[in-house]
Nanobody, 126 residues
Framework: VQLVESGGGSVQAGGSLRLSCVLSGTTFSDRCMGWFRQAPGKEREAVGQIYTGTGTTHYSNSVKGRFTISRDAIKSTVLYLQMNSLNPEDTAMYYC????????????????????WGQGTQVTVS
């Protein structure tokens, strides 16, 4: 199982970015997938989660209403994080992660509960 993120970059405050996470070795069917971020000197924090079986999503309060997690409509191995109204506090390395245990739609929030991780993609907002 491998996760690869892409789509990061530098953007001005108020701008948007869409991150992608490509899974290989299996599919996203009935999985808990999460997006996390880590700024320098800070702990890794949850951005949001999706249970791919139903499309149920949850978001942290800091990104609710601005960020959206979705699956590719055709490819069952691609996950997106649409980020709008970005601000400098969103600057961080962003990671996607997955766990194959039977969480159902109550996907975990803690990074410690996710087994599979990508290498991350940097997002810088100025």
């Amino acid at each position: 199982v491998q996760l690869v993120e892409s789509g990061g970059g530098s953007v001005q405050a108020g701008g948007s970015l869409r991150l992608s996470c490509v899974l290989s070795g299996t599919t996203f069917s009935d999985r808990c997938m999460g997006w996390f971020r880590q700024a320098p000197g800070k702990e890794r924090e949850a951005v949001g989660q999706i249970y791919t079986g139903t499309g149920t999503t949850h978001y942290s309060n800091s990104v609710k209403g601005r960020f959206t997690i979705s699956r590719d409509a055709i490819k069952s191995t691609v996950l997106y994080l649409q980020m709008n109204s970005l601000n400098p506090e969103d600057t961080a390395m962003y990671y996607c992660a997955g766990d194959w245990r039977p969480w159902g739609y109550n996907c975990p929030v803690s990074p410690a509960d996710y087994r599979y991780w990508g290498q991350g993609t940097q997002v810088t907002v100025s």
